[in-house]
């Protein structure tokens, strides 16, 4: 099992999909990209139906189920397309899309749709080009790396590419966006960690959804880029039926931990065609978030976010716990503990201590 899996005759192969959905599957990869690394075939438990790993991965009938509000570019990449390879949606940073590939596609990501139709890489031409409007733009304070995945490319051309926003002045952050740590390990290896030393700060933010992807190889790869120095942040996705309960998502919050790794963010699911039976309802997220909160460290608490359809960016979500009230005809809050009980707390704290 060295091969990642691309096409139906694999799936069939490795006993992936069931014989009687074979053609509403090959639908299914018609329209969206299809990668299995070998790391995460190994992960796979084909005993389980809900098998946390196949879930993510394996091609799913319910993909060619599209509702009314699910959208092509849900959180409007396209909008904010300043010239290939550049997505300039806030106003101190921009994403930076070197490559448009990926060692595994997710099945609830609208990019295993846009990816299909793209090509490998920028080329030369348009790598500079991006570099250039980088260059133009002094307000961009941070470029964030994704894609596709940057950590699939080899470390010389990472390397350069690094060396360029090295060389921008008004740059001084950046930061990648990347699954490999956890899907394909072997790439974190001692000539991407030199590749990755840079006179400015580098930030890795790893998409894992469940602690399952925690392998030894993952572990190991993790610890690589930390005793490097790299500070490493989380993001997640909430999936329904997969990580949208308490015991999995506190495991999860705790093994980022336990790897060195501070939660991020937690995604609530975007809108993207194809993946209603991967949302969960944003009442669901908050219940999660207020259990977490109190009973977990606070280490592990992530922000709930939800990225607003049509590009205008990532708002937290979680639950409120501050409220305004009314105490003796005076205004004054009431807050929630993590145990759900209200306290009061005044509006305005006078010293009414006299000489």
């Known amino acids: 099992m060295n091969k990642s899996i691309r096409t139906l005759e694999a799936l069939i192969q490795h006993e992936l999909v069931n014989a009687d959905h074979i053609v509403e599957i090959e639908q299914v990869i018609e329209h969206f990209s299809l990668s299995i690394s070998p790391q995460m075939q190994q992960k796979i438990d084909k005993t389980k139906p809900d098998d946390p790993i196949a879930k993510q991965f394996v091609p799913h009938i319910e993909e060619l189920k599209t509702t009314a509000f699910e959208y092509h570019d849900p959180i409007g990449d396209d909008v904010h397309t300043a010239v290939k390879g550049i997505i300039h949606r806030y106003p101190d940073r921009c994403l930076l899309t070197p490559v448009l590939v990926c060692p595994v596609y997710c099945r609830f990501c609208f990019r295993r749709e846009k990816i299909a139709a793209s090509s490998e890489k920028l080329t030369a031409v348009e790598l500079d080009n ?57 790439k974190i290896n001692a000539d991407m960690i030199a ?47 997969l990580n949208d309960n308490i015991e999995t998502l506190s495991t999860l919050m705790r093994c980022f931990i336990k790897h060195r790794i501070k939660p991020y963010y937690l995604h609530h699911a975007d809108l993207v065609r194809g993946t209603q039976h991967f949302r969960t309802s944003i009442e669901t997220g908050q219940q999660l978030m207020k259990q977490l909160r109190g009973r ?32 003796a005809n005076e205004i004054a809050y009431h807050i929630e503990d993590y145990h759900g009980d209200i306290h009061a707390y005044p509006s305005r704290l006078i010293d009414k201590t006299t000489g």
């Open 130 to 186: 991006a570099f250039t409007y980088i260059n133009h733009h002094p307000e961009i304070w941070e470029v964030i790396l994704t894609g596709g995945d940057p950590f699939i490319l080899k470390p010389a051309a990472l390397k350069k590419i690094l060396d360029r926003l090295n060389a921008i002045p008004h740059v001084e952050v950046i930061r990648f966006h990347t699954r490999v740590p956890v899907v394909e390990s072997a």
């Open 195 to 241: 590749a990755l030393k840079c006179d400015k700060p580098i930030y890795v933010v790893l998409h894992a959804n469940h602690p399952n992807e925690f392998t030894p190889e993952a572990s190991q790869a993790c610890a690589a880029l930390v005793d490097a120095g790299i500070p490493m942040l989380s993001q997640t996705v909430l999936l329904k039926d």
């Open 296 to 327: 977990f460290s606070g280490l592990c608490q992530p922000t709930y976010v939800l990225d607003i359809p049509g590009g205008f960016g990532k708002m937290p979500i979680g639950p409120c716990y501050l409220q305004a009230g009314e105490k």
